[in-house]
């Protein structure tokens, strides 16, 4: 891109890319709870289930309860993200339910670990 400084911003204003930045963290962890709980849930549900007895029903259930997991995990570094971005400003919103589901969610990543080991 001619004209461009390396490194800088494509849109010129680094101030205001960084405030947007900001704010969209902010607004991430206002999300976050309400994300990780559903994600929870639904792998709770889909997984209290007995998986099904043929090979390729068990296979497909498998990767359903991996790809929930795997979603779960990807909501746990957004969570990491955004409030290493927002430890500099202002307490993010729900703190507490974020640190309970970070840490539910970190168990239940563990749990299938061990789950797949053995």
Known sequence: MAGEIQGELPFGN???ATD????FR??????????LERALAGYGRYA????????K????????????????????KLAHWA??????GATPPDADQLDRLVREAEEALADDDADTDA
Request: glycine share 10%; hydrophobic share 50%.
């Open 26 to 35: 902010r607004d991430v962890l206002a999300d976050l709870p309400g994300l």
């Open 83 to 88: 409030r290493a971005g927002a430890a500099a």
């Open 57 to 76: 029903g068990f296979a497909a259930y498998q990767a359903a309860c991996r790809a929930a997991l795997s979603h779960i995990h990807l909501l746990v």
């Open 48 to 55: 209290s289930g007995l998986p099904p007895a043929d090979t």
């Open 20 to 23: 947007g930045l900001d704010d």
């Open 14 to 16: 680094r101030e205001a």
